[in-house]
């Protein structure tokens, strides 16, 4: 009874502290917010602008076109905390708007982090939503959040195997019995594509484009297989020889080109793991698959890709960008039955 009355008027959240976006996932409620992971400061200060409500979609806006007062920060970088204090005023605005907390109580709070995090990174997670406002603080593996979001049955005696493609990270995991048999956690992600395609534009056509710039031709143009019909776009950036603007038609290879490195890392990362797993896991994944998970899920043909690569099937998981979040809130709201596949503060510290 004590429990049903907090949670109308302070309920449990979910948290998907990513690189790129965060989402919150509200207990009982499903995804409430999803924004981007930026925030805008007055230039010189630790000061948020907006009283404090220049976080996510309206500061993402302004990063690579901020006047000389403003700076867009971005307090996440490879899945873990980078600027703790920017962190916190991010986290305290988006509790705040996903969800009423009334007379003083503070929320428990979920957050799926990378495999990647030391236990000190781990610790900076816990102590930024703690002082956001958040009572009790759990993490959760971003890797166990994806399968169990993305609708693979990891608490099942037959092997199922997770890709999470973000933002920042890159997580790999293969289930059992609820149990993770093997895992690996790259530092690679979505940003790396953008970075590769702005270094590829930058060598072949001496073309200095800005991440947003990247990010729409990755979104646009990008794939990991040929299509059947390739596609171009006009952009424009600086030219690097005469440093003026200049405009120039990429196509859908260049782009494929240049994401050929990531994808292969990728690839060996994910052969890695298989490898470790036992000749009985192994099997059923040859008929179970993979799931893939996250932004880098919508990439064209990455599925046929790494099916030919692997030599399994690969397919994209019930709604890739909101799976870890999904998988998260499921564990807030089954509490009880999750509670051993969460680390508590203490065992992060």
Known sequence: MIQWVRQQFCPDLA??????????????????????TVVALRHGTRQVLGRGTAVG????????????GVTAVRPIRSGVVTDFEVCEAMLRYFF????????????RVILAVPGT????????????????GAGEV?????????????????AEPIASMVCDLGGGTTEI??????????SKSLRLG??????????????????????????????????ASPLEEELTDEVGGLDGVSNVPRKAVITSEDVREALHGPLERIVSALRSVIE?????????????????????????????????????????????????????SVCVDHFADWKGCLESGERAA
């Open 138 to 154: 759990f993490l959760l593996d971003k890797a166990f959040a994806a399968g169990l979001g993305g609708g693979l049955p990891v």
């Open 57 to 68: 979609r309206l500061a993402k806006q302004m990063l690579g076109r901020t006047p000389e």
């Open 276 to 328: 470790k797993c036992p000749p009985e896991i192994v099997s059923d994944l040859a008929d179970q698959g993979l799931i893939l998970t996250g932004g880098g899920a919508l990439l064209r043909r990455i599925d046929g890709y790494l099916a030919d690569q692997l030599g399994i099937p690969v397919r994209a998981g019930r709604n890739p960008l909101h799976a870890v979040a999904t998988g998260a």
């Open 173 to 182: 995991a293969v289930f059992s019995l609820g149990e993770i048999v093997a």
């Open 15 to 36: 948290v998907d502290l990513g690189t790129a976006n965060t989402r919150v996932a509200v207990a009982g409620e499903g995804i409430a917010l999803d924004e981007p």
């Open 117 to 132: 995090a030391t236990p000190v990174e781990r610790r900076a997670v816990f102590n930024s939503a703690e002082r956001a």
């Open 190 to 223: 979505g940003d790396d594509f953008d970075d590769a395609i702005a270094d590829y534009l930058r060598r072949t056509y001496t073309l200095t484009v800005g991440p947003q710039t990247a990010e729409r031709l990755k979104q646009e143009l990008g794939s």
């Open 96 to 107: 705040t708007k996903a969800s009423r907390q009334s007379f003083g109580l503070r929320p």
